[in-house]
């Protein structure tokens, strides 16, 4: 079978699509003949060796994929099942989607919601099931349609786009931004009621700013985060799961302590079963397909390599998908 294969030997590094045997793939109890795979945002840093997301080597990428149940040793699954597996150390720990096949638990899948199709299940990928975590993190921490705008930072890209999707579909009044004015009318296809230039959000601010957001869905970190924060209403919500500008925090507590701001943090990769099984549900009956299919991008396995730098640099609208056997 054909995988990107990640290396390190001393110094070097390498990243390149390899043949591997189903007896090289690693212990589990439940095979899976992968379909679709994506590029996301942490499938980029690793495949450029951006940051060490990568644990253990040699690693094949890729954080997730869908496909169908070759062979299984576990109880909840038979050969011909549809499965979408997200998170659970694919790409980092154990061999991940950028290939084939894999080998994993049987723990770790999720059964694709009827009526979606596998590469559907990929168009929304990793990024998209994280956008969903958030808006339902929003929603635990009492955000109520007609309160206010919601933001979302990183607005063009994966996360972004199917949270604006998801977040104007439920009767929200969604803020998009971004750094790329040509993507207005893309922005307000998906839902967006306003966009504004992400330079307003991505320089150092205020503790304290002028309140604007009911909520925000923020996955760029660093000063966009801590603006977003010090602009948040009282006793709003913010959901953070990413770190595209940076890992840095430059805040301070006046929101939380004067405002009451709650930053919840949202981790797509170890979510307990039910919140994902709730999230799968909900992206089968809440996410507009026709929105879905106007942010995809179809590529082949090798090409996974070639479009990872231009993730990182911001360049990539929308979602990736991956046809491994392509």
Known sequence: MKAILLTREADRFEARVAEIGDDDLPEGDVTVRVEYSTVNYKDALAITDKSPIVRKWPMVAGIDCAGVVE??????????????????????????????????????????????????????????????????????????????????????GGVGSVAVAILAGLGYRVVASTGKAAEKAYLESL????????????????????????????????????????????????????????????????????????????????????????AWRRLATQLDRRKLGSMVTDIGLAEAIARSPEVIAGKVRGRLVVQVDR
């Not at 096949?101 to 694709?112: E, I």
């Not at 996955?219 to 799961?241: K, P, R, W």
Request: charged share 20%; net charge positive; with cysteine.
């Open 191 to 278: 839902g967006a009621a306003e966009v504004v230039d992400r330079a307003a959000l991505s320089q150092p601010g205020k503790p304290l700013q002028k309140e604007r957001w009911a909520g925000v869905v923020d996955s760029v970190g660093s000063h966009t985060l801590a603006n977003a924060c010090a602009q948040t209403m009282s006793e709003g919500a913010v959901a953070a799961c990413g770190l595209a500008q940076g890992m840095d925090f430059p805040a301070t507590v006046a929101p939380f302590i004067l405002r009451g701001v709650t930053l919840a943090g949202v981790n797509s990769v170890t979510a307990p079963m039910e919140r994902r099984l709730e």
């Open 71 to 156: 062979a299984s040793a576990h109880p909840s699954w038979r050969p011909g099942d549809r499965v979408v597996l997200n998170g659970w150390g694919l790409g980092e720990t154990h061999w991940g989607g950028l290939a084939q096949k894999v080998r994993l638990r049987g723990d770790w899948p999720v059964r694709v919601p009827d009526g979606m199709t596998t590469r559907e299940a990929m168009a929304i990928g990793t990024a998209g099931y994280t956008a969903m975590l958030c808006v339902m993190a929003l929603e635990r921490l009492g955000l109520a349609k007609g309160r206010g705008d919601v933001l979302v930072t990183g607005a063009t």
